[in-house]
């Protein structure tokens, strides 16, 4: 901006200070009097300046709704001298943002409620546009045009004024609309439990206050004058068979933060009669032991639909088993009373490929075949054991009792035996099998849910296994789920943090062991640990997904690397793996043919590796990326050939260009005689398939010397060189 009032006061007094009409005193001294009048002037204009902005504040702070607020905003920054003025609000996002007019003033303006674009406004070449709160994307900006009148306040303390008062207003409203939002919908609720006919009760665990509702005490017959009974008065009137989940000091919805299981209890009224209700518990502060607020449904004495409502609240509608609510609180009931010698054993079981069924037989299919197996679980669990469904095809036992985590694997293992058993299913012609895994947590101390993970653990221990088996948690399996989780956070921070790292590995032509690729290998540079190996999270990342966003960061550090060497006028070929859950996934393709022609690396000089799995599980996104990497030129290979299905018969389902031999192959040469006939054997059959062959692990010049007389084209290894950074890859080579 130009022309502030402080600005002309400063450029007057360095007139003043000039001289050119001052008079001179004596021996050519300056005299005081106009460096005074400057000062009083700059004094003066400071003073303008406040009143002005003083002025803008009490104006826009007199305003009630925002509506008003835009207008006196504009008409304040009219008054400044600007010649027009626009007040704008965004109300679309997008490549050109769309804006709308909350008031306006001057010649030719947009009256309110006119749209334009960001585009449009940058067009007509506003003198300033300025935000009322900075980085506040709700709240409006004000587009200038002209200039302001000397001596008038400067926009920005305008616009920061504005700004403060809109943010003001802004939060009166808000602060209406939830209230008349929480008034509405108090105002439901309350009609809610009127229509539905549920009493209250809450219950203060700090004071001992116990309080019931109108309709509550009006169903008990309470005298309106009798006060509210204490805890100890209320649980006298509950029958004793009933009083365990309700209303104490280790009520489960008090005590794990939840709501209860509904549950159904007596109470004895006034006259001495007993009415049946269903009731469920609610803490309503979970940060801390805090009021418990209950809901009652009066289920009416000799109503035949009681039982139906009970049976409903806690089994599980398929299966008729227990459902999760119920399991929690027996499992919660079932720890508090449990010893090191009379333990908890927690039962996860999930039927194997239960989903393939539902996919290929239909989820009727799939519903009888739930509802056989729980009647299998039924007449298999032990007295006094509680079997419930936790949804889908997972299912849990839980026993009390238990000496020893031996006992609940012989336990479990008689149910998987019991469940692979042939069922017979409607629509079926024959009889079906279907295998089940289990996991085992006992224990005696501690909360339901950490059992529940224990189990977990165990239960995808016995799956990663290969299925149809038992798996009891141990302390190893807590130290291998720690350190994944530390393995996926690591992954986390170095994808956020620029902490991956790729290092080159040579690979020779055989023949005169020239330099001709490169294979590039991930590392994670860890702040503490320093540089770690794939082994220590590639795993990890191929369990959580993370290895999609690794293997995308590799591949663009590939082809950056790739167009520096080309530049440098060197053709090294450079070697990558690609993981089958990146081929998988749907954008990987794009982004791979978009990286290529943007940094216009040559396709042929890529090599991709894969491994068998991919090839055997080749779904269809996945062989459209493999033929998005052919499609561009790179040439895909067989990685570790040998390490799993070690058959070449699936090769011809997609057309490889080369194979590398893993090296438990290669490191028994020139030891073992048996060994170098499985790799001359390989070496025929890959060349047979139209593959160049690279051999891994190369430590010894016998090894190389083997390779080359059996006809191998390529090698890399420590012989060769390790694993190092760009730079020292001996290219001259």
């Not at 008034?183 to 439901?188: I, T």
């Not at 206050?209 to 005490?217: A, E, G, V």
């Not at 007449?379 to 009390?400: H, I, N």
């Not at 012609?429 to 006992?442: D, K, L, N």
Request: net charge negative; hydrophobic share 45%.
């Amino acid at each position: 901006m130009t022309g502030s009032p402080t600005t002309s006061v400063l450029r007057t007094g360095a007139a003043l200070r000039a001289g050119a009409q001052t008079p001179r005193l004596e021996g050519g001294a300056t005299p005081d009097v106009p460096l005074d009048v400057s000062l009083d002037v700059e004094a003066a204009a400071r003073a303008n300046l406040t009143a002005a902005v003083l002025r803008a504040q009490r104006r826009f702070a007199d305003c009630a709704d925002l509506a008003a607020l835009a207008e006196e905003v504009v008409d304040e920054i009219q008054s400044a001298g600007y010649g027009r003025v626009l007040l704008l609000e965004t109300v679309a996002r997008s490549r050109h943002r769309e804006l709308e007019v909350l008031a306006s003033r001057g010649e030719a303006a947009p009256v309110r409620g006119r749209r334009t674009t960001g585009a449009d406004l940058a067009r007509t070449a506003p003198a300033a546009v300025v935000e009322l709160v900075a980085g506040d994307p709700r709240a409006p900006r004000l587009a200038v045009w002209g200039a302001p009148a000397p001596g008038s306040a400067p926009l920005d303390l305008l616009a920061g004024a504005a700004g403060a008062a809109w943010c003001a207003v802004r939060a009166a409203r808000d602060a209406r609309r939830s209230a008349a939002d929480l008034a509405a919908a108090q105002q439901l609720l309350s009609g809610a439990v009127r229509l539905a006919g549920l009493g209250s009760w809450s219950w203060d665990p700090a004071t001992g206050r116990f309080t019931l509702d109108d309709r509550l005490r009006d169903v008990l017959g309470l005298d309106p004058a009798e006060p509210d009974p204490d805890l100890a008065t209320w649980r006298e009137r509950v029958h004793p068979d009933d009083r365990g989940p309700f209303t104490s000091v280790g009520d489960p919805a008090a005590r794990t933060g939840g709501a209860s299981v509904p549950y159904p209890f007596r109470v004895r009224c006034a006259d001495g009669s007993e009415r049946t209700f269903l009731g469920t518990s609610v803490p309503l502060d979970t940060s801390r032991s805090g009021v418990v607020q209950g809901l009652v449904l009066d289920l009416a004495s000799g109503d035949r639909s009681t039982g139906e409502l009970v049976r409903l609240a806690q089994c599980d509608s398929l299966t008729g088993l227990a459902n999760r609510a119920v399991l929690d609180v027996r499992l919660d009931e079932a720890l508090r009373t449990a010893t090191p010698t009379s333990a908890v054993a927690l039962v996860l079981l999930d039927l194997d490929r239960f989903k393939l069924v539902n996919d290929t037989l239909g989820h009727q299919i799939g519903d009888a075949l739930l509802r056989q197996i729980a009647v299998r679980l039924q007449q298999a669990a032990p007295a006094g054991s509680t079997l419930a469904r936790l949804g889908g095809d997972e299912f849990v036992l839980m026993v009390p009792g238990v000496d020893r985590p031996e006992s609940a694997a012989v336990m479990a293992h008689n149910l998987i035996r019991r469940l692979r058993a042939p069922v017979l299913l409607p629509g079926l012609p024959e009889p079906f099998v279907c295998t089940s895994s289990a996991g085992i947590a006992v224990g005696h101390e501690g909360s339901g849910d950490e059992l529940f993970r224990s189990a977990d653990m165990a239960l995808y221990r016995a799956k990663d296994a290969g299925r149809d088996r038992v798996a009891v948690y141990d302390s190893a399996m807590r130290d291998d789920a720690q350190a994944r989780r530390e393995a996926e956070h690591k992954v986390r921070r170095a994808l956020r943090t620029d902490g991956l790292r790729v290092v080159w590995q040579p690979i020779v032509d055989l023949r005169d062991e020239r330099l001709v690729a490169a294979e590039a290998l991930v590392r994670l540079q860890d702040p503490v640990e320093g540089l770690l190996e794939p082994k220590a999270f590639v795993d990890t990342a191929e369990d959580t997904g993370l290895i999609v966003d690794v293997d995308t960061w590799v591949l663009g550090e590939v082809l950056r690397q790739l167009n520096e060497w080309r530049t440098g006028g060197n053709g090294l070929q450079v070697s990558f793996n690609v993981s089958g859950k990146t081929l998988e996934h749907p954008a990987f393709a794009h982004r791979l043919a978009h990286s290529v022609e943007s940094t216009g690396a040559a396709g042929s000089s890529l090599l991709c590796e894969v491994t068998e799995r991919t090839l055997i599980d080749l779904s269809t996104s996945t062989r459209a990326s493999l033929g998005e990497l052919r499609s561009v030129g790179a040439r895909v290979g067989l990685d570790d050939f040998g390490t799993g299905y070690s058959s070449l018969s699936y090769l011809d389902r997609f057309p490889l260009s080369f194979l590398k031999i893993d090296m438990s192959f290669v490191r028994p040469l020139g030891t073992s005689r048996r060994a170098a006939a499985v790799v001359e054997a390989l070496i025929s059959l890959a060349h047979a398939h139209g593959m160049v062959v690279t051999a891994e692990g190369v430590e010894t010049r016998e090894q190389a010397r083997m390779l080359r007389d059996m006809g191998c084209d390529r090698a890399q290894g420590w012989l060769f060189g390790r694993p190092v950074a760009a730079g020292l890859l001996p290219l001259a080579r």
